[in-house]
């Protein structure tokens, strides 16, 4: 009995013993397993902190980006070749058409009065001599009174020099009545041809009866462009009736140059307007600055009258300077310019990403640009795609948006 209780005294502490080693295996494992854990997302944390720090970073005209985020943004360079002398400069400018000021006519009115009729509407075609409005005036009928009343003394000033002559050729009166005579039909005559003139000059038309109507007739051929009256307005004798133009004439291009440009143009530069055959002559520079835009007017007369240019038309006109620049210029695809603060830019490649390079424009087209910038030399890398983005970038704009460099991948 006491063997018995022996073994299973026995039996006991080998199941505590082994219980008490499993139990300590199972929290070593699970210790283990925890720790791994740890490591595992410390590592984790690391590469994420590690790829959030690896973004486009901007100083000054300093770009930042690595070779995976040049990659990854679509970025294409080109490599500068040799510079070319003697670069003929072809500007581009942009403007408005608009009339020249021999095409504008002023219509006035010749008499006072009240607008009666107008005849035409704004837009209108009108021939030389057409009327255009018509014109109420009292000064007309007292023109035409006089012009009346003196014809009638003139027809008895005549019968009387007739008379006097025939008695003095009798012998009966002295030659200074007939003198006399002479004198006063001179007068007459010399007083229905100023009214005669004046009633010209107020429009009026037979000066045989009264007629209190006058017709404002256009001076020149071309279109009503605009009318300042109505119908019963009283006017003023001069007062502005509106303004025709002749559509006949070439027109004006008023173009905008920035300042930086503006030295490479001159009075009689050559000038094309895109989309159109007709081309023209720099005809004058303004001396001052518009506005905030720091622009200077210049003003191109058009050498013909071509239907593909329209009054307010906005253009796009090439000048062709005179004088061929002696600066070294250098051949970049258009795209590869950019516009801050009213100054062209290039991006550069250099070993830190890329660098903003002021350059002066001195010719450009839709597919290529010629340059001056005293930091240019053959075989460096300009950006040719992918510089809309780069700009934003250096901005201030989308760098948070720019893609970031993969870790496990690398460009060089």
């Excluded at 429009?203 to 404002?216: A, E, F, I, T, W």
């Excluded at 013909?304 to 061929?324: E, G, M, R, T, Y």
Aim: proline share 4%.
């Amino acid at each position: 009995m006491s063997q018995q209780v022996s073994v299973l005294r026995n039996k006991k502490i080998f199941l505590s013993i082994c219980t008490l080693v499993l139990m300590i295996l199972g929290l070593g494992w699970a210790s283990s397993s925890a720790l791994n854990k740890s490591k595992a997302e410390k590592a984790k944390t690391q590469n994420v902190v590690d790829n959030q720090t690896e973004t486009i970073d901007v100083s000054g005209n300093q770009i930042l980006i690595s070779p995976t985020q040049i990659q990854q943004a679509d970025i294409q360079l080109q490599t500068l070749g040799q510079a070319t002398r003697e670069v003929q400069l072809a500007l581009t400018l942009q403007g408005q058409a608009q009339w020249s000021p021999q095409s504008k006519v002023v219509l006035t009115s010749p008499v006072a009065g009240i607008i009666q009729q107008v005849l035409v509407q704004p837009l209108a075609e009108v021939g030389l001599h057409s009327p255009v409005l018509a014109i109420h005036s009292p000064d007309l009928i007292q023109i035409q009174n006089d012009i009346l009343q003196i014809r009638a003394q003139l027809q008895l000033a005549s019968q009387n020099l007739a008379r006097e002559r025939s008695l003095y050729a009798e012998g009966i009166i002295a030659e200074k009545r007939v003198q006399e005579a002479q004198n006063v039909a001179q007068r007459l005559n010399i007083d229905l041809s100023a009214k005669q003139r004046m009633l010209q000059f107020m429009g009026g038309g037979s000066s045989q009866g009264l007629n209190p109507v006058v017709y404002v007739k256009s001076p020149a051929r071309g279109s009503v462009e605009s009318l300042q009256i109505s119908v019963g307005q009283y006017v003023e004798t001069g007062a502005v009736l509106g303004q025709l133009v002749n559509s006949d004439l070439p027109l004006q291009l008023m173009l905008q140059v920035p300042l930086a440009d503006s030295k490479y143009i001159q009075i009689g530069d050559l000038v094309k307007v895109e989309g159109c055959e007709i081309s023209g002559l720099v005809q004058q520079i303004s001396p001052a600055l518009s506005g905030n835009t720091q622009s200077q007017n210049v003003l191109v007369q058009m050498q013909a009258k071509d239907n593909c240019l329209k009054v307010q038309q906005f253009v796009k006109a090439n000048i062709q300077s005179h004088n061929p620049t002696t600066k070294t210029a250098w051949v970049i695809p258009s795209t590869a310019l950019t516009l801050k603060d009213n100054k062209h830019f290039i991006f550069v490649k250099n070993q830190n990403g890329f660098v903003a390079i002021p350059v002066e424009l001195v010719g450009a087209n839709q597919q290529q640009s010629h340059v001056i910038g005293n930091t240019l030399k053959p075989g460096i890398q300009v950006a040719v795609r992918g510089v809309e983005r780069l700009k934003a970038v250096w901005s201030g704009f989308g760098a948070e948006q720019a893609p970031s460099a993969s870790s496990s991948t690398s460009v060089n």
